[in-house]
């Protein structure tokens, strides 16, 4: 389950809102005994203010999930140090900043000012991090997006804007062509069903297994 050098391996996992992250975090802990990091948006204690006014509340928002992703990171990291299984992240520091933040900066929520002071800490903040071994983007074009948040029927999901959808996924195809921080590996959501299909399962657990080196803890 180790690397060359010892240190277990840590695994990200990407995508737009409704691609199944969570899903596919859970899915690993149990394919392959990873010890999962999810997403602490229901912490933080901004989000009701965000909501009612956004251009007064983006930037405070946005620096709580900067600072609070930076501490999941260092706590993989940590937990890497003495800890031997591999470990798996909902959502990464890089979205927070390059698709997220981007997004209320582009809608005018953040201005140039407060932007430019929010690049600095984030690049700050970013050269202290251990990149993941392998970074997992979930693709899912927005039509298909749309029927996977109507299948899953989560209201809070169901009441974004297609509109808003859309940038995110912009951006995330942006943020995802530059990024160069660690190997990658992209799951065709729209085309894959690892729930569903033992084909599909089967090739995604080899991939994975195949991209960091470690076995799947069922055949």
Known sequence: MCSARGRPKIIAVAGNMGTGKSSLVEWLRQQFDMTPFFEPNDENPYLADFYADMRRWAMSSQLWFLVRRFQIHRSIAERAEHDP???????????????????LHRDGNI?????????????????????????????????ALIKRIRKRGRSFERAVPRR????????????????????????????????????????????????????????
Request: with cysteine; aromatic share 12%; glycine share 2%.
């Open 111 to 143: 201005d140039d000012r407060d932007w430019a002071c929010y690049q600095d800490f984030y690049q700050t903040l970013r050269q202290e991090l251990r990149p993941p071994d392998l970074m997992i983007y979930l693709r899912c074009p927005l039509p």
């Open 85 to 103: 299984r591999p470990l798996v992240q909902d959502r990464t520091i890089y979205e927070d900043a390059e698709v997220f933040a981007a997004q």
């Open 164 to 219: 808003y959808l859309g940038a995110l996924e912009k951006l995330y195809e942006e943020w995802f062509g530059r990024y160069e921080a660690s190997p990658t590996l992209v799951v065709r959501m729209d085309q894959l069903d690892y729930v569903e299909r033992l084909f599909d399962r089967l090739e995604l657990r080899q991939a994975i297994a195949r991209e960091v080196g470690i076995e799947p803890l069922r055949a």
